[in-house]
């Protein structure tokens, strides 16, 4: 079984970044879409970013433009790179993979990582 650990979240001032990093156990990895969700106190978890194995992305339109995922299937890990940062982004961030984008997730659930975008 393939598990998820995300990092690199904090306290960022509007307008600032942050790299996410997701590190996956397991030996599928490389075989799977990732992706990149989040879930802000009172709201539903939505997606933010997925990636294929191919490297095709797609971003949900409230990030496009200041958000991008990458990946690196040697370490096992998928980033998110945030950029202009405003309020409305924090909230708690997870990693999951599913068969490709559109479709939904199918792994564990991590731990997430906070972002909280305050001044």
């Known amino acids: 079984q393939v598990q998820f650990v995300e990092s690199g979240g904090g306290l960022v001032q509007p307008g600032g970044s942050l790299t996410l990093s997701c590190a996956a156990s397991?030996?599928?990895?490389?075989?799977?879409?990732m992706n990149w969700y989040r879930q802000a106190p009172g709201k539903q978890r939505e997606m933010v970013a997925a990636?294929?194995?191919?490297?095709?992305?797609n971003y949900a339109d409230s990030v496009k433009g200041r958000f991008t995922i990458s990946r690196d299937n040697a370490k096992k890990t998928v980033y998110l790179q945030m950029t202009s940062l405003n309020p409305e982004d924090t909230a708690v961030y997870y990693c999951?993979?599913?068969?490709?984008?559109?479709?939904?997730?199918?792994?564990?659930w991590g731990q997430g990582t906070q972002v909280t975008v305050s001044s």
């Open positions: 999951n993979p599913s068969m490709t984008i559109g479709t939904p997730p199918f792994g564990s």
């Open positions: 397991g030996t599928i990895f490389s075989i799977y879409t």
């Open positions: 990636i294929t194995i191919e490297g095709r992305t």
